[in-house]
């Protein structure tokens, strides 16, 4: 766990977020949590993520995603010295696509 981050109010976050049991209780939680503009910013970055991670080249990414370099600079940088995070999901999905 990151020591960075953590607190009460995030680990009541992640509890909840732990609880959401398929993709429309998601919808719901995440609607009622953040704003439109926050949930398309947690999705470009995601993508970004995945498709860095595909080794995808940023003007690529830039014309897929409209992130800007900088956001994705910050992500690469989350990939390479991050705490795996991505990975692990990434992996995750692999596996579930591959079912």
Known sequence: MSGKIE???INFLFRAVLQ???IDECYDFFEDLCTVQE???LAQRIVVA???SEKSVYTDIVAATGASTATISRVNRSLQYGCDGYDKIFERLNSEDEL
């Open 39 to 41: 949930l398309k910013t």
């Open 7 to 9: 607190n009460d109010n």
């Open 20 to 22: 959401l049991q398929d």
């Open 50 to 52: 995945k498709m860095l």
